[in-house]
């Protein structure tokens, strides 16, 4: 079977958010040649992307929390506070968060890269995302993933396959679900709800 996913199971993996065991399962289907995993490279550019902006927001946010900490011990009320006071706490999070996500990263898309396919970014597929973006609204980036996904599967033409994001905003609308559907290709907006239906295939 042949699973394709985007940028948000790289950004799962590597923030560790909810659907991360998930995504983990599914690298380790993947490691073992039981699915074939398959990912667009603009996702890979697009995570890099992702975690800067994300990392940008902390900053100001540690920014302007490290003035405010600096501003109240200024105050005779605050002043003999322990350092290690609530905002003190928040700040060193928000910079060690940044730190282990910036190596985690690169850990990560190393090991994806190794384990799963890539899709490259071909003219054609830039030129078929255009097209998608005008039929059915989808944002320059969604249309991309789209793209590249519909290219591989009319290459392929494989037999089951899944597409597995987190992107119901765009993704979810009646055309696209036909579309993927008349290629035999299943569409999930949880990668949890994705990793069932894979178990459930084997075992039929």
Known sequence: MVIYAET?????????????S?????????????????LPSFSFAESYEALTRIHKARKAIHERLAIEVHELKRQATYKDEKPKSVMDEMCNILI?????????????ISRVISISGVIDLTAETLQSAIDYENEYALSPQDAIVYASIIFHLNSVKPSSSCFLNRNSKDFNTPDI???????SCKLFFSFKDGLGYIKNFFKD
């Open 8 to 20: 948000n199971y790289i950004l799962e993996l590597i923030l560790k958010r909810e659907e991360y």
């Open 22 to 38: 998930a995504c983990e399962e599914l690298l380790m289907l993947a490691e073992q040649k039981k699915v074939w995993l398959l």
């Open 96 to 108: 060690n968060s940044t730190l282990e996500e910036s190596i985690a990263l690169k850990d990560v």
């Open 177 to 183: 679900q036909k579309f993927l559907n008349s290629r």
